[in-house]
């Protein structure tokens, strides 16, 4: 896992309007003390801006806040600076899809249901290309791909992401492309589930109704526990960020739920093995 800007940039709102509503103070006051406009901290505070280190520590002076304490969140501050690997891709990347890469590129576990495509993150690249193709046609193709792809590297490496899909079987029989490279796409997913850290469950047609029929998700967990899981929902033109604790805890049942109704892990491998025979 890297440090990821994002997540600090988050974790520094969170600080910030802790430590305000703490000292007593309303947004209006507070800005006017640190010179800058009401929408501008609440911006900050909702981590939709980032916050020069310098105006950190004006902000701490303000709630009383120094020394040890004082020192770690400027260092947050700082690293919330630098450019994670996704900027290099904001030409072709949404800005509400660079704060979700943002997100996952410092996760510490993935929980995702997927109803109609096989998730990014286990995309191959011939599949991502026609998935491309399909919901926003040929302009900057390579490089759309290309980042997909990166996004990948978090499920190998030292600390790799703990990843757990939940796919509806129409996901497997759903030609996006030609039977070959939905061929070589279900035997990639046959391969990666045998990554310790990656878990895939198919939900079968014969499970019936479930609780997430008008609902893909993503569920973000972090390895500080200072860091508040998110939900992520996505749609056509934008993202969507839940980070209340009821919101997480609500999807999180709803997740359990999905598994419970799923294949098991070695099942689901049967029934990735026959899709594919499906396909060859």
């Known amino acids: 896992m890297t440090a990821s800007p994002t997540v600090r940039r988050r974790r520094i709102a969170r600080e910030l309007r802790q430590l305000r509503e703490r000292a007593g103070m309303t947004l209006d006051v507070a800005a006017r003390q640190l010179d800058m406009s009401k929408s501008n901290l609440s911006r900050i505070e909702n981590a939709q801006i980032g916050i020069k280190p310098r105006d950190v520590r004006a902000a701490l002076a303000l709630y009383q806040v120094t020394g040890s304490d004082a020192e770690a969140l400027i260092e947050i501050a700082r690293s919330a600076q630098q450019r994670g690997w996704?900027?290099?891709?904001?030409?072709?990347?949404?800005?509400?899809?660079?704060?979700?890469v943002g997100l996952e590129a410092e996760a510490a576990t993935l929980r995702t249901y997927e109803a109609e495509a096989v998730p990014g993150l286990l995309q191959t690249e011939a599949y991502a290309r026609e998935v491309y193709r399909l919901t926003a046609g040929e302009e900057d193709l390579d490089r759309k791909v290309a980042a997909r792809l990166r996004r990948q590297n978090v499920l190998r490496g030292d600390q790799p992401v703990e990843l757990s899909?939940?796919?509806?079987?129409?996901?497997?029989?759903?030609?996006?492309?030609?039977?070959?490279?939905?061929?070589?796409?279900?035997?990639?997913?046959?391969?990666?589930?045998?990554?310790?850290?990656?878990?895939?469950?198919?939900?079968?047609?014969?499970?019936?109704?479930?609780?997430a029929l008008n609902s893909p998700y993503v569920i973000l967990t972090f390895p500080d526990a200072a860091d508040a899981a998110v939900v992520y929902l996505e749609n056509l033109t934008t993202g969507l960020a839940l980070e209340e604790a009821a919101q997480v805890r609500s999807y999180s049942l709803v997740h359990e739920r999905l598994r419970q109704l799923a294949l098991d892990p070695a099942a689901s491998l049967v029934r990735l093995k026959e899709a594919s025979r499906y396909f060859t």
Do not use: C, K
């Not at 996704?86 to 072709?92: E, G, L, P, R, T």
């Not at 497997?172 to 939905?182: A, I, K, Q, T």
């Open 165 to 211: 899909v939940v796919l509806n079987e129409s996901v497997l029989l759903r030609p996006v492309s030609d039977r070959g490279v939905m061929a070589g796409q279900l035997s990639y997913l046959e391969d990666v589930a045998q990554l310790p850290n990656v878990t895939i469950q198919v939900l079968p047609f014969e499970a019936g109704g479930h609780p």
């Open 86 to 100: 996704w900027q290099h891709y904001s030409d072709v990347l949404p800005e509400w899809f660079e704060f979700y």
